[in-house]
């Protein structure tokens, strides 16, 4: 198999070098070539036809959200994101990854240690960028109609990772305002969820906020998990309260999928669960207890995912009562929703 053959974008001399140097040191990747700014970037990508770009959040000239719109536009390829952990690299990625990013990394810091840890990531963050699919942004999905004032007595639990930023704003805008309550584990660090929170509930009909300690879970809300630090667990039931729990990584994640799932285990039949695009399991083995219990267990299709990692390893245990395409999603979710409680 040959390499991962990656450009890398960044305005700043010392940071390309160290991204070359991090991905050199992996022999699965070669790089082909470096640009400062996007112009260069676009010749670059025309002559070295690239399976991956690296690109830098804010540059110069056009800034890295305007050469990526460019791309996924004229020339869908994938694309992992070069960001910092500020307010501001927060909004910016968040929008790379609507416009069809395949992920991000933020930028080395820190300790040797440090360093070690962000060259890995990065390095396996590029070898999944090259087997995704590319994809040119969100599809505006149709909107769903009312499910009776949120009043079908379920709650709906999502779990997503790498694409599932994409495959959310696609998902969640087609959703009725009155909907069941909505629990969401998406990875992403601490600093990004809030954004990501409020950037969605610009876009829905439903509520959409950051999850609390103690909140109480209600009809047409969607609870985003904060990224990072905590668990996001159910506690109570259908009308109960979100419990956010520190504790030790679950599946390499905190907050875990797997976690979210298993404490909406006790709903039986009165939760539905659907799992999304993303890397590596997270989410399989509470997605199989869910379905075990009485619960309505959806996946997304392979052909629509970005990363078909997650629902593969759902599907290949038998959590997954039927796979979905992701313009299909909303309304499998809510036709699960309508039936009555107890029908499987």
């Known amino acids: 198999m040959r390499p991962v053959r990656t450009l890398i974008v960044d305005d700043s001399a010392s940071m390309r070098a160290t991204l070359k140097r991090m991905l050199s040191a992996d022999p699965e990747i070669e790089v082909v070539g470096m640009a400062p700014e996007p112009f260069s970037a676009r010749d670059m990508i025309k002559t070295l036809n690239p399976d991956v770009l690296t690109l830098d959040v804010e540059m110069p000239g056009m800034d890295g959200l305007s050469f990526l719109e460019r791309i996924m536009r004229l020339r869908p390829m ?9 307010a501001r690299g927060a909004e910016v990625t968040i929008e790379a990854l609507r416009l069809g990013a395949v ?24 070898k999944t960028a090259a087997r995704s699919v590319a994809r040119a942004g ?18 709906i639990a999502i779990g997503s990772s790498t694409g599932g930023v994409e495959a959310l704003f696609s998902l969640l805008p087609a959703l009725p305002a009155d909907c069941p309550p909505v629990l969401i584990v998406q990875h992403m660090p601490a600093s990004f969820t809030r954004s990501f929170a409020q950037r969605l509930d610009a876009e829905c009909r439903v509520r959409v906020v950051e999850a609390t300690e103690g909140a109480t879970v209600q009809p047409g809300t969607v609870y985003i998990a904060p990224g990072g630090e905590t668990h996001m667990e159910l506690s109570g039931g259908v009308a109960g309260r979100i419990k956010l729990r520190p504790g030790d990584l679950v599946t390499g994640h905190r907050p875990s999928v797997d976690i979210l799932f298993r404490s909406v285990v006790p ?32 996946s997304q299709s392979r052909d629509t995912c970005v990363v078909w990692g997650m629902p593969r390893a759902a599907v290949e245990i038998g959590a997954v009562e039927k796979e979905v395409g992701l313009s299909a999603m909303p309304e499998a979710i809510l036709k699960a929703c309508r039936e009555k409680v107890g029908s499987v």
């Open 78 to 86: 994938p694309v992992v994101m070069c960001s910092t952990l500020t």
């Open 103 to 126: 992920d991000y990394v933020t930028k080395p810091s820190g300790t040797p240690e440090d360093i070690e840890r962000d060259a890995t990531l990065l390095c396996e963050k590029v």
């Open 267 to 298: 709903l039986g039949a009165a939760a539905v669960g659907a799992i999304l695009t993303g890397m590596g399991q997270d989410g399989a083995e509470g997605l199989l207890a869910m379905r075990r219990a009485g619960a309505r267990t959806l």
């Open 138 to 155: 969100p599809a505006r999905l149709p909107q769903q109609p009312s499910v009776a004032g949120g009043g079908t007595g379920k709650l």
